[in-house]
Structure formats: C-alpha cells, structure tokens
C-alpha cells in the first residue's frame, strides 16, 4: 500500500489517505464487475426462456397438426374397412353365381353328350338340346365374365389391404409422435408450474421477513392471511392507516417480484374477502357477502394506485360461507374476518 511520509517537530508520520483511495477504487471496480456478470446473466436466462416458449408453442401446434391428421388417417380407415367388407361380399356372390352356372353347364354338356350318342331319338329332346347348347354358350360367357370381374375384385382387395396396412403403420406412427410430444409439452408446461411456484415461496418469504411475526399476518397453506382488524374498522371496507402501510410494503415487494418473473408466466394476485358468521345490521351492506366483496376490491383498488397493473389482480367476496374455525366464539369469529391473498396462474 503506498503511503507518504510527513516529517513534523516530533518525527516521521505515515500518511496512510492515498492507500485508502487505492482500496476504495478497487472496491469499486470489483462491484461494477459483479453487476455487469448479473445483468449479463440475467440477459441469457431472459433469452433462455424466451426460447423455450418458442419451443413450447411449436410443440403445441406440431400436437394440433398431427392430432388432425391422425382422425383423417382414421376416417380413411374406416372408409376403407367398408369398402373391403362390400367388396368381400361381391366376391362371395359372385364366386357362388360361378358355381352356380359351372354346375349348369356341366348338366347340359351330359345331357347333350348323351342325345348325341343316340340315347334318346325323340325331335323334342333334340331341340331342347339345341337350345341348352345356346344357352350354354352364354352360361360359359357369362362364367368368363364373371371370372374377370372376380380377378378385378380380387386385385382391387389387395389394393385395399395393402393401403390399410400403410394407413395403419402411418397411425401408430403419427401415435408415437403425439406420445413423444404430450411428454415434451408436461415437462416443459411443468417448468412454468415450477417457476410459479417458486415466484409464490420468494414472495411469501419476503412478506414475512417485511412484516415480521404478527399474530393477525399469517402463512396458511398457499395463502397469506390479513386479520381484517389489520385493514379496516368493524363494518367498514374502507382502508385504515395501517391497513395501507401495509398493503404499500405488500405492494413494493410484489412489484419488485414482478420485474425479475418472465413475462411469459402469466400469474395472479388474488384478493379473497372473508367474514364472520354474525349477520350484517343496518349500514351500507346489506349481507357480509358485499361486505368481503367490498373488501376485496378495495385491497385490489389500493394495489392498482400503487402501480401494480390491474390485470395481474381479481377481487373475490366469499362471506361467511368459507370459514377457517367452526363455531361462534370470540376466537373463532376474530380468525374467520379475514383478507386473504393467493398467488395463482390464469
């Protein structure tokens, strides 16, 4: 460390200033450091996530796009199932009519085997014999005909399988991408959950640490409970002193929060208005039920003046009707007048 000596009527004396100025600019520069590594940090995870939105959202339409496709690839299915069952059945007529005409043709190729060995002389016979030969002649037609339809039919049904086996290979395909993708789309719609709630916890740990140990502040499951004695006078849902310092330290510290949550993440604050069982006599309410109402939208108007936006808010009145302790004693009824505050995701 540099220092300077002072000579004076009682010796040397160490002159230790210019030291401190050198410490104090090296304080200085690490500090500067430090904050630029955060902001550029903060940068990149910025970016990070911007990213994985954009992945996200491709996921989900790559979903929609084959979910359409494979009902498309189903209804083909189906048709072509349909069609194979009537072709089945053409065949099968088909192939029964053949039959059907073999056996004819061959009783009238005996019958006029034996006229012509002169088993029977009769003219009769003969010309019906003539005429079973004519009509022979077209059965045997009629056969070839039906012969080529059948082939037809036949080539048309391997046509038909071997496209429902592509459309049925394509389908389980198009199933495993979909399973693939719902399992990319849960993890990644997992990791907004994941960062909602550790919004929630740091916000809850900051309100206890701003408002200490109180008896009528407390944490109860994913709620911070306000006493209602805290925030407003018996009957009134008009803000008190109090209630507003602080529902003002509430408000900075969820601002605060709210700058470093990506704007993706598209969170809540609700406000739910509470009260107690004993029934609202004359005044401006006419049931507890616009009495929380009112309440609520009170807290929510005040946060809305201190600067946070209106749609990261939602006012609820509860009434009686969702008590913390059953019964009607001074305790209970005290616990159940309540504000409380969640934060969720819409």
């Known amino acids: 460390m540099a220092y300077v000596r002072r000579r004076g009527s009682r010796g040397d004396r160490v002159d230790v200033w210019p030291g401190w100025v ?8 690490v500090v500067i450091f430090l904050l630029m590594v955060f902001v550029l940090g903060q940068f990149y995870l910025t970016n990070a996530l911007q990213g994985r939105d954009r992945q996200l959202a491709d996921l989900q339409s790559r979903v929609a796009q084959l979910a359409d496709a494979l009902a498309l690839e ?3 299915n189906a048709r072509m199932q349909l069609d194979l069952g009537q072709l089945t059945e053409r065949l099968r007529a088909t192939l029964a009519e053949k039959d059907a005409l073999q056996g004819r043709l061959d009783a009238l190729g005996a019958a006029a085997d034996a006229a012509a060995n002169g088993e029977d002389p009769q003219a009769a016979l003969t010309r019906e014999l003539e005429e079973e ?3 022979s002649a077209a059965a045997r037609n009629e056969v070839a005909l039906l ?24 389908a389980k395909e198009q199933e495993v991408q979909i399973a693939d993708l719902g399992k990319r789309l849960n993890a ?14 740091e916000f809850f740990g900051r309100l206890r640490e701003i408002l200490g140990n109180r008896d009528d502040v407390r944490i109860v499951g994913d709620r911070f ?11 009134s849902a008009e803000l008190g002193e109090a209630g507003q310092v602080q529902l003002g330290r509430l408000a900075r510290t969820l601002l605060d929060l709210a700058a470093q949550m990506p704007p993706e993440i598209n ?4 406000v739910d208005g509470h009260t107690d069982v004993v029934p609202v006599r004359g005044g401006r309410w006419a049931s507890n039920w616009e009495l929380s109402t009112a309440r609520a939208i009170s807290v929510v108007n005040f946060l809305v003046q201190m600067g946070v936006p209106p749609e990261r ?18 305790g209970a009824l005290a616990l159940n007048r309540r504000i409380e505050l969640k934060v969720d995701s819409r």
């Open 22 to 29: 050198d410490a104090l600019s090296s304080l200085t520069m």
């Open 74 to 76: 189903r209804d083909s």
């Open 133 to 135: 030969k004519k009509i």
């Open 147 to 170: 012969n080529q339809q059948i082939a037809a039919l036949r080539a048309q049904l391997q046509q038909l399988v071997a496209s429902l086996d592509a459309s049925e290979a394509k």
């Open 188 to 201: 990644a719609l997992a990791g907004k959950v994941a960062e909602l709630a550790r919004f929630r916890s």
């Open 225 to 235: 409970v306000f006493q209602s004695e805290v925030l407003f006078d018996s009957g």
């Open 267 to 270: 969170w809540i604050l609700r």
């Open 313 to 330: 808010l939602a006012a609820t009145g509860f009434g009686e009707f969702q008590p913390l302790e059953a019964g009607n004693s001074p």
